[in-house]
């Protein structure tokens, strides 16, 4: 454990993974794993700290695990939580640390070393693992700190030959019946490659499908089971939202006829007693959506994120969820986006290919408005009339100088940088597909000195909130009884958005995901990561109220609603004031 610090009160640090094995202490809590056994290639869990050992809720999560190489020299792998009995730890703190030791970890006259400090999303590989001619490969998913009273943890996968943590090397089914979920985190950071179609690609709006979920449960003791849904017009995906709840080789089918949906487990032929939890989308018309082949992105090459493929008809419209086949733990997510008859698919939980048969829903395109809306209103601003009783002054101006109209086009195209790529976007697509930091760089972005596309903060005033800012909005007629909507007081939740997951404490590096992402978790993970507080206004609960529980009540609306109107008939009486 190296040189510790001396005091009555200091010292707060505990034995590394591979002493931890070897004095024994946590013996009902270690995971002895064999890579190298047939059958046994992979392994994924959580590992909890050692000073949250006795926690409430360790749900039987170990603290240690030992990687038997088949030899006497094996691994170790720990969760350094810096908390607790262990709040000074010198070294590798909040981390997943790797080490090495000869004798097997039991015996007492061998030393250990650190080989690696691992943080959320890195990898650590050791070739020839075993004499197996094998590379093994350790992946840290996620780490979630949590506190005194929430237990953390450190999401780990380990894998012995080729291993892509989340997407396999062939393709796990030939045909086109089962179908597949994962879910959406739209966030495109490629361009169209020389030679494809310049034009603007443009996303499948969320007014095209809603999403659902559903609670199908145990299927007690057969191989499928079929419910009740309660609309029409209903796409099911196979892949259980709380996917982590089962086994990670596990496979199912989602069949939807009428309004009943089947869910039908294809792996080893058994039941299955987890709550299965089904996404399904709504749609106009489900007899429009038909099951569309991508295929493997891998054949192509590895540059192909994205990549390209021709559809059967030019402007269809595209749901990014996978509609084929997918083990329990894939978490492979994408973005979709079409132009004419040429749909781009980007990979987004990583940049990297796809080894799977890739399949989507995919519909015709939607008819065109028969008239384009003004960007304006039509109708003069009508005149401030802050009180029945008339005023000296026949009319009373908002200020010296009016206030442009503000709007934006959903369609209107802007110049976008993104990590060295020269892009070409829409306000739509900024609106509802970009991620928080994409949004920011592209609002941020004065003049584009590249071509002559406008720039976001120019045709997108809306979205950016670039509005000209004057002394009051565009006033109404007299002041009106009825409550507006309240930005505040909204609680829908875009499943799309990204919030801010984790900030690391020793670099500062961030972390984002997905509300959908945070809705598949498991309601103690869900609560760990609804309390985090980073003092950056993008946390899960602001962004995420749906999943987080974290809406108003219907009192605290009318109190914001209040709240918002006084402030807003207060600044015109200043405004007024300073006009008399």
Request: glycine share 8%; proline share 7%; hydrophobic share 30%.
């Amino acid at each position: 454990m190296g040189n510790p610090l001396f005091g009555f009160d200091l010292a707060k640090m505990c034995y590394n993974a591979a002493k931890s094995w070897q004095i024994g202490w946590y013996a009902d809590a270690e995971v002895d794993y064999k890579p190298t056994v047939i059958g046994n290639e992979s392994w994924t869990g959580q590992l909890v700290g050692v000073a949250q050992y006795s926690h409430a809720d360790r749900d039987g999560r170990p603290v240690t695990l030992r990687i038997d190489s088949g030899s006497t020299n094996d691994y170790f792998i720990n969760f350094n939580r810096k908390i607790g009995m262990t709040s000074q730890n010198k070294e590798g703190s909040d981390l997943v640390n790797v080490y090495e030791q000869d004798g097997n970890g039991e015996s007492t006259g061998n030393a250990s070393k650190i080989l690696k400090n691992l943080n959320e999303g890195d990898e650590w590989t050791k070739a020839n693992f075993g004499n197996s001619g094998k590379t093994l490969s350790i992946k840290v998913n996620e780490i979630v700190l949590g506190d005194e009273s929430i237990i953390g943890y450190a999401d780990v996968t380990i894998c012995l030959g080729t291993c892509n943590f989340g997407s396999p090397s062939i393709s796990p089914s030939p045909t086109d019946a089962p179908s597949g979920s994962s879910s959406l985190r739209p966030t495109l950071i490629s361009s169209s490659p020389t030679g494809n179609p310049t034009s603007s690609f443009s996303p499948t709006t969320e007014e095209d499908y809603k999403d659902y979920q559903f609670e199908v449960g145990s299927s007690n003791g057969q191989t499928s089971k079929t419910v009740e849904l309660p609309f029409d017009n209903m796409l099911g995906f196979p892949q259980p939202i709380n996917r982590r709840e089962f086994s990670s080789s596990t496979q199912f089918t989602a069949e939807v006829e009428g309004k009943s949906l089947t869910i039908t487990k294809t792996s080893n032929s058994g039941s299955w007693s987890q709550n299965f939890i089904a996404r399904l989308v709504k749609v106009a018309d489900s007899s429009s959506w038909k099951k569309f082949r991508v295929g493997p992105s891998e054949n192509v090459g590895s540059n192909s994120n994205p990549f390209f493929v021709d559809l059967p008809e030019e402007d269809m419209r595209v749901i990014p969820y996978p509609c084929n086949s997918m083990l329990a733990w894939w978490g492979d997510t994408f973005d979709v986006e079409v132009a004419g008859k040429r749909l781009k698919v980007t990979r987004t939980d990583k940049d990297g290919t796809w080894g799977m048969n890739l399949h989507f829903y995919i519909a015709p395109g939607r008819e065109s408005p028969a008239s384009s809306p003004t960007e304006s209103p039509s109708t003069s601003s009508p005149t401030v009339s802050p009180s029945s009783s008339p005023t000296s002054s026949p009319t009373v101006l908002p200020s010296s100088s009016p206030v442009e109209a503000c709007s934006e086009q959903p369609s209107t195209s802007f110049f976008f940088e993104w990590k060295g790529r020269e892009l070409t976007k829409k306000c739509l697509w900024l609106g509802t597909k970009a991620s928080i930091e994409q949004k920011n760089v592209a609002c941020a972005l004065q003049i584009n000195s590249v071509n002559d596309l406008p720039v976001a903060s120019v045709v997108c005033p809306e979205t950016c909130d670039t509005c000209p800012k004057g002394p009051s909005s565009q006033p109404s007629p007299s002041p009106t009884n009825s409550f507006a909507p309240s930005v505040l007081g909204d609680c829908s939740q875009n499943g799309s958005s990204r919030y801010l997951h984790f900030v690391n404490s020793n670099n500062g590096n961030k972390s984002w995901k997905a509300c959908n992402d945070l809705s598949a978790m498991k309601q103690r993970k869900i609560k760990s990561i609804c309390a985090r507080d980073y003092n950056d206004g993008n946390e899960a609960k602001y962004l995420c109220r749906v999943a987080c529980g974290t809406c108003p009540s219907e009192c605290e609306l009318r109190v914001m609603e209040l709240e918002e109107l006084n402030a807003d008939l207060q600044e015109r009486i200043d405004d007024l004031e300073k006009e008399m």
